[in-house]
């Protein structure tokens, strides 16, 4: 076992693209944890979808050997951490397992947004955090100047920090030797009661769950009877050890300040919460770890198979999918337009994404899915309280006393120059200002509270567009407020489709009615008799469009001879044709759904 003092417990953190995942394979490679070719897969972030979207969806963690320059062998964690505001919370656990934090920053870039607020979640967790310049490879690169701008924007010594490129495996040890020298060992007494923190948990099918925790006190053995502090509930364990790049490495037992993983046939990832302290059932710790938050859904939708017959297929897929995240919750549904679904919830809309296309892609399910939405509390005049993550459940107009909408605390950290960007957008998002303060000369700090529902569509990639990705974005629940609600139905040719209801304020249900019922009037092709799209609150038409009469010619634009051109555009639309689903007397393309679902971007 690892004498307590040559342990050292870090993450990666950096802005996007500057270098955070091949800095971590060189880290490795340099550890002789992995060979060349086993590196081909970059084993940080290994699902494909992750890599595709360039993002790193859940947090894991590797153990390194390092023999320093001092002659002793340290036992380096590196604890990866997801990037995206949705993810936030997991992030939050993964830095608390850690004592320290290595920068990247991209010599040819200097400090940029991520850079920012990065640091500032990695501060707010008292890591010391250790700036290194990559990328010097590169003509542009001025790593003086990153390392000024270091110090002036962030306050952080940086000028004696290494100047690297991860690509080219140039000065890869200057960073172990600062890691070693500068991040302070764990603390922690090994004979205390156990009380470890989960920061993740992934469900493997020969040993149920694996999960992965940092020991803050005590020490953990296998055999060992432990208890999930927030669940109440106690396992046996099978099997503790070390997690190395390649897989794991049982051992006896592991003690405070260790990182490490537990089997114990734990049947699904809800079981073990993350930010849960794990502790000794016959010994147990007085208090928890601080910041422990159940997992909150906040955005809702529906989802459904194009092809009804694949609702099995759908529910076990979406089963498999929740046994690796505790964050996803479903429950049965159906519509009169889209058959037997799920109601599914999500931390987020990137959340929401990402398991849809992993439905599509793992599972190969074609799906449709509705208008995403949050949770509303409804109050009923017979004093009732109705909570609807859906519109179809929302209670007749008549019957309401008074609805609330989720609101949300929100921060935003962005240089000053931005502010007269970001002001008009939070205002247009019925955002209420709350304060502005300065954490340094040019770098502002926003606080307002905004609807959940103007957050959680396009808010963020809005709020990045408008700052040149500068912005960094966080943001909590903080209850539930008074809101003028209202339920806008969409009627295709007289019929409803309860797939498109929405709920929305009063304010914004006018310019969103009218968007959609644009939308769907590009989307829906003509067909043989003249269809009306209207939006309508109660029995009241607010918006209008007609998508004319008419068979679609797709040939009429290919003149002349080629007869392969013709064949593809005639398979297109045998292609689009299945996709149809009929609504009422209307066929409507799954495009449709999707595209009003894109409606704020
Ligand atoms: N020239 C050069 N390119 C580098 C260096 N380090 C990383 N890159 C390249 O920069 C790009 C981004 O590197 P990644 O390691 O994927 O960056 P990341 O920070 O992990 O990005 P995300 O996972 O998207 O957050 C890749 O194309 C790398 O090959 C370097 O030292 N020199």
């Known amino acids: 076992m690892t004498k307590q003092s040559n342990i050292r417990n870090f ?42 979207r360039g993002i790193t969806i859940k947090a894991r963690a590797v153990k390194l050997n390092y023999k320093a320059q001092d002659g002793e062998t340290y036992e380096l964690n590196l604890i990866d951490t997801p990037g995206h505001v949705d993810f936030n919370y997991e992030v939050s656990r ?9 920068l990247v920053v991209d010599s040819t870039q200097g400090v940029e947004a991520q850079t920012l607020a990065n640091t500032y979640l990695a501060m707010e967790h008292d890591l010391e955090i250790l700036p290194v310049f990559n990328k010097i490879d590169l003509p542009a690169a001025d790593p003086l100047k990153s390392k000024q701008e270091v110090e002036d924007i962030i306050g952080l010594p940086a000028m004696d920090a290494p100047e690297i490129s991860a690509k080219m495996g140039i000065n890869i040890e200057a960073v172990l030797e600062d890691i070693v ?40 053995r296998t055999g060992q009877t432990i208890k999930m502090m927030a669940t109440g509930a106690s396992y046996q364990i099978v099997e503790c050890g070390h997690l190395l790049p390649l897989g794991l490495e049982p051992c006896d037992s592991l003690s405070a300040g260790e990182v490490g993983y537990f089997t114990a046939s734990i049947k699904t990832v809800s079981d ?8 000794d059932a016959a010994n147990p710790t007085a208090e928890p770890l601080p910041g422990y938050r159940p997992v909150q859904s906040m955005v809702y939708c529906g989802i459904y198979t194009e092809d009804g017959s694949k609702y099995p297929d759908l529910r076990d897929a979406l089963e498999k999918l929740q046994l690796n995240d505790a964050s996803l919750s479903f429950e049965p549904e159906s519509s009169a337009a889209l058959g037997f679904g799920f109601r599914c919830g999500f931390l987020g809309m990137l959340h929401m994404e990402v398991i849809q296309e992993r439905l599509e892609r793992e599972f190969d399910l074609d799906l449709v899915t509705t208008l995403p939405s949050v ?16 519109p179809h459940n929302y209670p007749d107009p008549s019957l309401i006393e008074r609805a ?23 205002q247009d998002r019925r955002g209420e200002f709350k304060d502005m303060q300065y954490l340094d000369t040019h770098l502002v700090e926003l606080h307002y509270q905004m609807p959940l529902n103007e957050i959680i569509y396009d808010f963020f990639d809005a709020l990045k567009a408008n700052t040149k990705g500068y912005a960094s974005l966080d943001y909590e629940l903080s209850g539930y407020r008074p809101s003028d609600l209202v339920k806008v139905d969409l009627l295709l040719n007289g019929d409803q489709v ?23 009037k590009e989307n829906i092709p003509r067909q043989l008799f003249e269809i009306p799209i209207q939006a309508a609150i109660g029995g009241r038409v607010i918006a209008r469009e007609t998508v004319k009469a008419m068979r679609k010619d797709v040939l009429a634009k290919c003149y002349g001879g080629d007869v392969t051109r013709k064949k593809k555009l005639l398979e297109k ?13 209307v066929q409507m393309p799954t495009e449709a759904f999707l595209a009003v679902l894109k409606l704020d971007e």
Not at 181 to 210: E, I, M, T
Not at 420 to 426: A, D, L, T, W, Y
Request: glycine residues 6%; charged residues 25%; proline residues 5%.
């Open 11 to 52: 993450s990666i953190i950096a802005h996007i693209d500057h270098g955070k995942s091949t800095l971590a394979d060189r880290l490795l490679e340099i550890c002789g944890a992995v060979s060349q070719r086993q590196m081909e897969n970059q084993l940080l972030d290994n699902m494909d979808l992750e890599r595709e």
């Open 94 to 102: 993964s830095l608390a397992a850690c004592e320290g934090a290595v």
């Open 181 to 220: 020298r500068n991040v302070p060992a764990p603390k922690g007494d090994p004979k205390a009661p156990l009380k470890a923190l989960v920061f993740d948990s992934q469900y493997d099918s020969y040993r149920g769950v694996v999960v992965y925790f940092r020991i803050m006190e005590g020490t953990m």
């Open 272 to 279: 073990t919460r993350i930010g849960d302290t794990i502790t």
């Open 375 to 390: 949770i509303y509390h409804v109050y009923k005049t017979n004093g009732e309280l109705v909570t609807v993550d859906n």
């Open 404 to 426: 609330e909408e989720p609101y949300v605390k929100v921060n935003i950290i962005a240089p000053n120059e931005y502010v007269g960007n970001i002001m008009p957008m939070c």
């Open 498 to 520: 309860d797939a498109l209801s929405f709920i929305a304020h009063r304010d914004k249900a006018y310019p969103r009615a009218r968007r959609l019922c644009e939308k769907l």
């Open 573 to 585: 639309q045998k292609e689009g044709k299945k996709k149809m689903r009929a609504l009422g007397t």
